[in-house]
C-alpha cells in the first residue's frame, strides 16, 4: 500500500538503485469493458472532448463545459438521446 502511495507522487520509483515501473493488473472482463470503450473514446478525442477511461472502466468527457461519466454504452445511448449534437458524433457507434 505504502508502495503505491509513492508511486502517485512520482514518476520514477527504484528499488536497489534500480528503476522499477509497475502497472495496473486488470482482470479479463475490467480489460475487455474497457475495450469496449475504445471507438467511442477515438471519435470524444477527434472532437476535443477530453475523453478518460476512469477505474475500473467507465467513460467520462468534457460536454458543454461539465465532464459525464458513463458506468456503461446504455447510459451513454440515454444520454445521448437529449443531446442532438452529440448525437450526431456517435450516430454510427451507438
Same mark, same amino acid.
Given at each position: 500500500?505504502?508502495?503505491?502511495?509513492?508511486?502517485?507522487?512520482?514518476?520514477?520509483?527504484?528499488?536497489?538503485?534500480? &528503476?522499477?515501473? $509497475?502497472?495496473?493488473?486488470? #482482470?479479463?472482463?475490467?480489460?475487455?469493458?474497457?475495450?469496449?470503450?475504445?471507438?467511442?473514446?477515438?471519435? $470524444?478525442?477527434?472532437?476535443?472532448?477530453?475523453?478518460?477511461?476512469?477505474? &475500473?472502466? #467507465?467513460? #467520462?468527457?468534457?460536454?458543454?463545459?461539465?465532464?459525464?461519466?458513463?458506468?456503461?454504452?446504455?447510459?451513454?445511448?440515454?444520454?445521448?438521446?437529449?443531446?442532438?449534437? $452529440?448525437?450526431?458524433?456517435?450516430?454510427?457507434? $451507438?
Amino acid at each position: 500500500r505504502e508502495i503505491l502511495k509513492a508511486a502517485r507522487g512520482k514518476h520514477a520509483l527504484t528499488y536497489k538503485g534500480r &528503476p522499477i515501473r $509497475l502497472v495496473t493488473d486488470l #482482470s479479463f472482463e475490467t480489460w475487455q469493458a474497457r475495450k469496449n470503450w475504445h471507438e467511442i473514446f477515438r471519435v $470524444l478525442d477527434r472532437k476535443n472532448m477530453q475523453p478518460r477511461i476512469l477505474y &475500473p472502466a #467507465s467513460l #467520462s468527457f468534457r460536454i458543454e463545459g461539465e465532464i459525464k461519466v458513463f458506468p456503461n454504452k446504455q447510459k451513454l445511448k440515454e444520454f445521448d438521446t437529449t443531446k442532438p449534437g $452529440l448525437q450526431e458524433i456517435l450516430r454510427e457507434i $451507438l
